[in-house]
């Protein structure tokens, strides 16, 4: 199987994210027109994902790339500090959310 990034940058991830979500069922539905945020969230992770994953490696097949994805999404959700949660990852944050609703209770 051909590398599946080559010298055409930021158009071939493009292809190869289109290719992966179509592999395994996802419809990628950004804005609608007249309303520019209802992707925000999703547009954001997708350039992060980009930026901090896919832009700097090769992908010599299908399972490599759907394993990185899969490793992101994890590292994501679970390690990765976010500006907007007070430096906190998403999981610490719903952690701290839920415990600290639970201790009003």
Do not use: W
């Amino acid at each position: 199987m051909p590398d599946l990034i080559d010298n055409v940058g930021s158009c071939v991830i493009l292809k190869v994210s289109n290719v992966f979500n179509l592999s395994v069922g996802i419809k990628q539905s950004f804005s609608n027109p007249g309303t520019p945020y209802d992707n925000a969230v999703a547009e954001s992770f997708f350039s992060m994902m980009k930026q901090e994953e896919l832009s700097h490696n090769y992908y010599h097949s299908q399972e490599e790339l759907e394993a990185t994805v899969a490793d992101y999404i994890k590292f994501f959700n679970t390690m990765r500090p976010h500006r907007k949660l007070a430096g906190q990852s998403p999981e610490a944050f719903e952690k701290s959310f839920y415990a600290e609703r639970r201790s009003a209770i």
